[in-house]
């Protein structure tokens, strides 16, 4: 007889775990028990950004099918949403497309149509945690998801049929979970989103301005007691408003770290990309940035191998990357996903072409980490304690770089506390 145990396995982005963090905490405040292994419903919360991100759903479901073989297989995500009839023939038990704190209702009231045996949910106690919240017990950094969707269409990216129009969570909210977070003892809160700088942005005065209300919110956040620092977790080069980088330079609780995607360092591709901007426009950005913030750590992604790119291309892109002087760089060869545009441009690069380029991009990304990370020699900065292994302590600076060290040197702190380091 089927049980109330259940296990999610997650793919992709932050905001996909974020999603997947919600729905087991539903879960559990309606009696559902999380487990290991050997669950009653195994849950699979797929990415569709890449054919490769697909491939790994799908290895994924026969992962979950292997550990769970009583289980009820349920599919989520991305992939399911862009897909449709052509996952039927999976072997899960049941496809959800919706939003996932609906599953969690669906499940909870015994709706979901693959057993009568869901438990009836719990009545929530008056002044207790947020159902929809779960936090973890090695406290170190709590990923917050304040928006989701994207109406940017990028030529290669299939997000915006999968996650839809831009929606925001209201502020009131986003600070209520910060607050519990950080009664809970988190110290660092990521901010995500799909398209982050959009934040607040559906409205029609947003559309106009071409932003949101990132910086009104962060401006909220800085205020609440206890936390110790915030930081964005991407944001696009169009959207790093004036306002935004005058908050981040006055205000010491946000991180001073940007990662704004580049993708590639060449006009051409980036007009094939359909990407909002140029690269004197994006140069232009990160100059005035770094004017205001000297020591700001920018981090980027760029994608090689992308159709209609020439080795002259490339070149210009790696040129164009070693003159901005990254602090980190994410390599992405091109993968063609089969529903978008790109998918259909001429002049395909080989995958050994590819591979060689991300590689010689890469070396230049590791050697610009280190440059970058030189600066600090010397100085004192706050870390972030995620793990301890060995009497080690492995943390992350505002800056965004992992620091190692000895635990005396941490005085007595927890994982997930701010401590002052030396490098």
């Not at 015994?110 to 159902?131: C, D, E, F, L, T």
């Amino acid at each position: 007889m089927l049980g109330n145990r259940f296990k999610i396995y997650t793919l992709g982005c932050k905001v996909n775990q974020y999603d997947s963090n919600r729905l087991a905490a539903g879960l559990e405040a309606a009696g559902f028990i999380l487990v290991g292994d050997k669950a009653d419903f195994a849950i699979v919360n797929t990415c569709a950004v890449t054919q490769s991100a697909i491939s790994k759903g799908k290895r994924m479901i026969n992962k979950a099918r292997k550990e769970n073989p009583e289980a009820k297989i349920i599919l989520v995500g991305c992939w399911p949403r862009v897909y449709k009839g052509e996952i039927d023939g999976l072997g899960v038990d049941f496809i959800w497309r919706k939003r996932m704190d609906d599953l969690a209702k669906k499940m909870t009231n015994g709706k979901i149509q693959i057993s009568n045996q869901i438990p009836r949910p719990r009545q929530a106690k008056r002044g207790g945690q947020n159902s929809n919240v779960k936090f973890r017990e090695d406290k170190s950094r709590y990923f917050i998801k304040i928006q989701d969707g994207c109406e940017q269409f990028c030529s290669y990216c299939i997000i915006p049929y999968a996650r839809g129009k831009l929606r925001s969570r209201r502020i009131k909210e986003v600070i209520d979970e910060i607050k519990q977070a950080t009664r809970a003892g988190y110290r660092e809160v990521v901010l995500c989103g799909i398209h982050l700088g959009l934040y607040g942005a559906e409205g029609k005065r947003g559309r106009r301005r071409g932003e949101g209300r990132l910086a009104e919110l962060l401006q909220k956040i800085i205020k609440i007691k206890g936390l110790g620092r915030v930081r964005l977790s991407s944001i696009e080069i169009n959207e790093v408003s004036d306002e935004l980088v005058k908050l981040m330079a006055s205000a010491k609780k946000i991180c001073k770290h940007l990662h704004i995607p580049l993708q590639s360092g060449n006009d051409k591709i980036l007009k094939l990309m359909n990407r909002p901007y140029s690269i004197a426009n994006y140069e232009l950005r990160i100059k005035k940035i770094r004017k205001s913030l000297p020591d700001i750590a920018i981090s980027t992604d760029v994608i090689v191998g992308f159709p209609g790119e020439t080795k002259n291309d490339f070149n210009k892109t790696y040129n164009f990357v070693k003159k901005m002087k990254f602090s980190r760089l994410h390599v992405f060869p091109f993968s063609a996903h089969e529903r978008t545009l790109a998918a259909k441009l001429p002049h395909r690069v080989g995958e050994e072409e590819k591979a060689g380029r991300a590689e010689t991009l890469r070396g230049l990304g590791e050697k610009m980490e280190k440059d970058f990370k030189k600066k600090f020699e010397g100085r004192e900065l706050e870390v972030v304690m995620e793990s301890e292994k060995n009497r080690k302590i492995k943390g992350k600076t505002e800056f965004y770089f992992d620091m190692e060290f000895n635990k005396n040197k941490a005085k007595n702190k927890k994982i997930g506390e701010i401590v002052k380091i030396k490098i």
